[in-house]
């Protein structure tokens, strides 16, 4: 029997929504700009520039973040920044200024958190045209490693889209775009430990699945054949979905860490956790369990509904407008979703408001439109990306239930006499047929009938047989 298990811990860095940079005043802003505006002596290295006071408000978020991932926070104590050493073209200082901890011995989802610093982002440079931009040189980043505790592919993304949901939460974090990750990999086969493998700058939660993915394989085809797995740093080929060894240069262990004598130690006391406590958004999991106790939401459409912030709050805002969160249950997750994934739409792109299915619901509730032709009425309304109320399609559409009975009786007894088969199974007692006849009332009427009353007005003709 093969016995494989895999010991991965990640290394993720993330970029902090700050308007300017760690070190100096410049934007952060490098996307939308010309190459090299955004930069000044201090942010490329220029010789005598000295740093400015580490930006307070990227400290507010890295303590933030500690708070969230449950760390303990390093307290009354010198935080240093640190120079890593490294020579490449985007790092004009020829150093990376990396902070000391500021939280340490988290934990989210059962995974440890090793600690939590911050560090500066590089520039970007362009091998193949030489070029070098140093617009993103000194943007603060935020860099998270957990504990080797992940153990298997579809763990590390489910941690990793948990973590990105509460960054969505915090609000303070730039997203997946801006996410580079560190894998850590190494395998146990047959009891035997493999050696650890380093893979640098995954860019995606999905390139971080493929790249264990691959490695488990790899590790394990060199370990079942009696080879010894490299302890070596790789890099990942995501057009080839692969990883493939580094050049050596790439990969020098020694960074000749030093603490900078530029920058003056941050000291974290408890008055300032005790501020970022009070500022601190309500978390995914808090979330949760408020919509169980106060919407009496059960604990399944709690979890879909707060794992992303966007549907959560547009859930809430329904709620507030109904007062029904159970219908809001039903056509946000339930109906809206199932459009919104159908037409490959994000709720916050559709142009679909809260106000749409509020309105949606008290059609339903008022009986003015059935259940049916409110589903085609999500998908309308999601179509149109919010254009038309719900009450504008209806007119339009002349799509209100039918109130007149006469026409309904018709409509039954069409049903009854075309489907002569059916009506018989129900006699002889298979009631499911009354649902297969109450479809055809549907058919007939375009879905405009009140599902009750057409039940009902069924067994009425039937029992009369
Ligand atoms: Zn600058």
Same mark, same amino acid.
């Given at each position: 029997m093969e016995d494989v298990k895999m010991i991965c811990g990640l290394e993720i860095h993330v970029q902090i929504d700050t308007k300017s940079k760690l070190f100096c005043r410049c934007p952060t802003n490098y996307k939308d700009v010309e190459p090299n505006t955004n930069i000044c002596p201090i942010c490329t290295g220029m010789p005598g520039a000295k740093p400015m006071p580490v930006n307070k408000k990227a400290v507010d978020v890295a303590l933030m973040v500690a708070k969230m991932l449950n760390c303990e926070i390093v307290l009354n104590k010198d935080i240093y920044f640190q120079r890593k050493h490294y020579d490449y073209p985007d790092l004009p200082n020829g150093y990376q200024r990396t902070s000391t901890p500021i939280g340490v011995n988290g934990n989210f989802l059962g995974i440890g958190i090793e600690e939590i610093h911050l560090e500066e982002d590089p520039g970007q440079y362009n091998p193949s045209l030489g070029l070098v931009d140093f617009n993103r040189c000194g943007t603060p980043l935020i860099e998270i490693v957990t504990k080797p505790d992940i153990r298997s592919p579809e763990e590390a993304r489910k941690f990793l889209k948990n973590l990105l949901t509460l960054f969505r939460y915090l609000g303070y974090l730039r997203g997946e775009g801006t996410m580079r990750v560190d894998v850590n990999i190494s395998i146990e086969y047959n009891g035997k430990k493999g050696n650890r493998v380093e893979i640098k700058n995954v860019n995606s939660i999905k390139g971080v699945y493929k790249v264990l993915k691959y490695e488990l394989i790899r590790q394990k085809n060199i370990m079942k054949r009696g080879g010894e797995v490299k302890r070596e740093t790789r890099a990942f080929l995501e057009s080839q979905m692969i990883t493939k060894a580094m050049r050596s240069k790439e990969t020098a262990e020694d960074y000749r860490y030093i603490p900078d004598p530029d920058v003056q130690p941050i000291v974290i006391d408890e008055d300032w956790v005790k501020k970022i406590e009070q500022e601190m958004p309500e978390t995914p999991l808090e979330k949760k369990r408020r919509f169980i106790e106060e919407y009496k939401v059960d604990e399944k459409d709690a979890e879909v509904l707060t794992a992303d912030l966007d549907l959560a709050e547009f859930f809430e805002k329904v709620v507030k407008? =109904?007062?029904?969160? &159970?219908?809001?249950?039903?056509?946000?997750?339930? /109906?809206?979703? #199932?459009?919104?994934? !159908?037409?490959?739409?994000? +709720? !916050? /792109?559709?142009?679909?408001? *809260?106000?749409?299915? $509020?309105?949606?619901?008290? +059609?339903? &509730?008022?009986?003015?439109?059935? @259940?049916?032709? $409110?589903?085609?009425?999500?998908?309308?309304?999601?179509?149109? %990306?919010?254009?038309?109320? *719900? &009450? @504008?399609?209806?007119?339009? &559409?002349?799509? =209100?239930?039918?109130?007149? @009975?006469?026409? +309904?009786?018709?409509?039954?007894?069409?049903?009854?006499?075309?489907? *002569?088969? $059916?009506? /018989?199974? !129900?006699?002889?007692?298979?009631?499911? $047929?009354?649902?297969?006849?109450?479809?055809?009332?549907? %058919?007939? =009427?375009?879905? #405009?009938?009140?599902? %009750?009353?057409?039940?009902?007005?069924?067994?009425?003709?039937l029992d009369k047989k």
């Amino acid at each position: 029997m093969e016995d494989v298990k895999m010991i991965c811990g990640l290394e993720i860095h993330v970029q902090i929504d700050t308007k300017s940079k760690l070190f100096c005043r410049c934007p952060t802003n490098y996307k939308d700009v010309e190459p090299n505006t955004n930069i000044c002596p201090i942010c490329t290295g220029m010789p005598g520039a000295k740093p400015m006071p580490v930006n307070k408000k990227a400290v507010d978020v890295a303590l933030m973040v500690a708070k969230m991932l449950n760390c303990e926070i390093v307290l009354n104590k010198d935080i240093y920044f640190q120079r890593k050493h490294y020579d490449y073209p985007d790092l004009p200082n020829g150093y990376q200024r990396t902070s000391t901890p500021i939280g340490v011995n988290g934990n989210f989802l059962g995974i440890g958190i090793e600690e939590i610093h911050l560090e500066e982002d590089p520039g970007q440079y362009n091998p193949s045209l030489g070029l070098v931009d140093f617009n993103r040189c000194g943007t603060p980043l935020i860099e998270i490693v957990t504990k080797p505790d992940i153990r298997s592919p579809e763990e590390a993304r489910k941690f990793l889209k948990n973590l990105l949901t509460l960054f969505r939460y915090l609000g303070y974090l730039r997203g997946e775009g801006t996410m580079r990750v560190d894998v850590n990999i190494s395998i146990e086969y047959n009891g035997k430990k493999g050696n650890r493998v380093e893979i640098k700058n995954v860019n995606s939660i999905k390139g971080v699945y493929k790249v264990l993915k691959y490695e488990l394989i790899r590790q394990k085809n060199i370990m079942k054949r009696g080879g010894e797995v490299k302890r070596e740093t790789r890099a990942f080929l995501e057009s080839q979905m692969i990883t493939k060894a580094m050049r050596s240069k790439e990969t020098a262990e020694d960074y000749r860490y030093i603490p900078d004598p530029d920058v003056q130690p941050i000291v974290i006391d408890e008055d300032w956790v005790k501020k970022i406590e009070q500022e601190m958004p309500e978390t995914p999991l808090e979330k949760k369990r408020r919509f169980i106790e106060e919407y009496k939401v059960d604990e399944k459409d709690a979890e879909v509904l707060t794992a992303d912030l966007d549907l959560a709050e547009f859930f809430e805002k329904v709620v507030k407008l =109904t007062n029904d969160s &159970k219908l809001a249950v039903v056509w946000v997750k339930n /109906e809206l979703v #199932r459009s919104l994934n !159908y037409h490959k739409l994000d +709720l !916050y /792109e559709c142009g679909v408001k *809260p106000e749409h299915i $509020a309105e949606l619901i008290e +059609l339903i &509730k008022k009986k003015v439109i059935s @259940e049916k032709i $409110a589903k085609e009425l999500v998908d309308e309304i999601v179509k149109n %990306r919010g254009e038309k109320t *719900p &009450k @504008e399609i209806v007119k339009e &559409k002349n799509l =209100t239930v039918i109130e007149d @009975e006469s026409y +309904l009786i018709k409509a039954v007894e069409e049903a009854i006499k075309n489907n *002569p088969s $059916a009506v /018989e199974d !129900y006699l002889s007692g298979k009631k499911e $047929a009354l649902n297969f006849l109450m479809g055809q009332v549907m %058919r007939i =009427t375009k879905g #405009r009938a009140e599902p %009750r009353k057409v039940i009902q007005l069924l067994k009425e003709k039937l029992d009369k047989k």
